[in-house]
């Protein structure tokens, strides 16, 4: 039953080294499974796989766009912002300024007309002082007069 | 060319057939039936999970075409690192077909227990090892690689590469052409066979769990096989399309 390894490798018709037709049918029957397979399996998939690379790179080069353009209108937005902050800030300055010099021209103003109020109660003050006195005058002479003959009497 | 064991029941729990085929005759062409037989499942196999993948090809890949992707990607890069960007997607489908069908044949081999379909004559095993598979993918490889070369530089311009670096190495360069079929087609017969046999060898003396290890061990070497004849080959194809010229200009300058 058993045989020695020796005689199988160089045994009657056959054996293992048996070259035959089985090749070059076997390299027609290569060449063709290579043609099937390149209609079935490569083209197919790699036109798949190529297109869905540039649906990617399409989509990544437009997102970086957009970025690139958020970028952009941030950085507008930003000095937009300053700028307004800035202009508000140079109004409120202004709006105080102007209160401020108004607020002090209505002082003076206020500040004149108690200082006229002033001198004109004092002036009348005086005038009174004068009439007054002008008609004590009289009075004063003929009490002086009376006061005189009293004691001379 | 029969060794039968026969176990304590004296019925035979395994046998290992070596070196017998079973004869086609197609005119007065003798061919191994066995060896076309397993091509032709594997044929199918690879057609059919092409078709699978690619029938409804989507741009986000579902289910089946996930695989068929991953594949692709594996030959693509295999190929890719030998030929280089420019060159690679023209041998793509040769050398990817070549890894891929002798990647299946091996996997099928050891996978598929196909020796318990009985054959008049020899058995059902991976096609890979008889040599007349490999001798063929091993001589298409050379006839490829000689047209990569022919069809860039010309048959002379070819030539003269053989003369490059120095023209000390014309005979060996020479020699090359023949040893590098020699070696693609026995090394992966040899491989194959070798593996089978010893698998074999290990069921005729321990007929459960000892030849397992050996078994998986077989299917990382035929996966390691088919990787090494498709690099080989696209490395042979890329050496005839290398430009020795514009090499020796770009050293210069």
Request: hydrophobic share 45%.
């Given at each position: 039953m058993m045989m020695s390894?020796?005689?199988?490798?160089?045994?009657?018709?056959?054996?293992?080294?048996?070259?035959?037709?089985t090749l070059p049918l076997m390299a027609i029957q290569f060449l063709v499974l290579v043609a099937v397979l390149n209609a079935v399996f490569y083209k197919p998939l790699l036109r798949v796989v190529d297109e869905r690379e540039e649906y990617i790179r399409s989509n990544q080069a437009q997102a970086k766009e957009l970025q690139a353009k958020a970028a952009q209108l941030t950085r507008q937005y930003d000095q937009e912002l300053a700028v307004a902050r800035r202009e508000a800030q140079k109004t409120l300055n202004a709006a105080q300024e102007q209160a401020k010099q108004e607020s002090q021209a209505q002082i003076r103003v206020a500040q004149q007309a108690a200082q006229a109020q002033i001198a004109q109660a004092q002036a009348d003050l005086a005038a009174q002082q004068a009439q007054a006195l002008a008609q004590l005058e009289p009075q004063v002479q003929s009490l002086g007069e009376a006061i005189l003959a009293k004691l001379l009497v | 060319m029969v060794w039968m064991w026969h176990g304590l029941l004296g019925a035979p729990l395994a046998s290992l057939e070596v070196g017998e085929h079973l004869y086609w005759e197609l005119g007065n062409l003798k061919i191994h039936g066995q060896v076309f037989i397993t091509s032709w499942i594997v044929m199918a196999l690879l057609i059919g999970a092409s078709l699978l993948g690619?029938?409804?090809?989507?741009?986000v890949p579902q289910g089946w075409q996930n695989f068929m992707e991953y594949v692709l990607d594996f030959v693509r890069t295999l190929t890719r690192n030998q030929l280089g960007e420019k060159e690679y997607r023209a041998w793509l489908p040769f050398v990817g077909t070549l890894f891929l069908f002798i990647f299946t044949c091996n996997w099928t081999g050891i996978l598929?227990?196909?020796?318990l379909i009985e054959l008049p004559a020899g058995e059902l095993a991976?096609?890979?090892?008889d040599i007349n598979t490999t001798a063929a993918l091993a001589l298409l490889t050379s006839l490829a690689y000689f047209y990569a070369g022919f069809s860039r530089k010309g048959l002379l311009g070819y030539f003269k590469g053989?003369?490059?670096?120095?023209?000390?190495m014309l005979p060996f360069k020479i020699i090359e052409d023949f040893t590098k079929p020699l070696s693609l087609s026995f090394r992966l017969f040899g491989n194959i066979l070798a593996d089978e046999l010893v698998v074999g060898v290990l069921v005729l003396l321990?007929?459960?769990?000892?030849p397992v290890p050996l078994m998986v061990l077989g299917l990382f070497l035929s996966g390691i096989q088919a990787l090494i004849f498709a690099t080989l080959a696209s490395t042979y194809i890329a050496e005839a399309l290398e430009d020795h010229e514009h090499e020796e200009e770009a050293e210069i300058a």
């Open positions: 390894v020796g005689t199988v490798w160089l045994a009657e018709a056959g054996g293992l080294f048996d070259l035959d037709a | 690619t029938r409804n090809a989507q741009r598929v227990p196909w020796k991976a096609s890979t090892n053989y003369l490059y670096p120095s023209p000390i321990v007929p459960v769990l000892l």
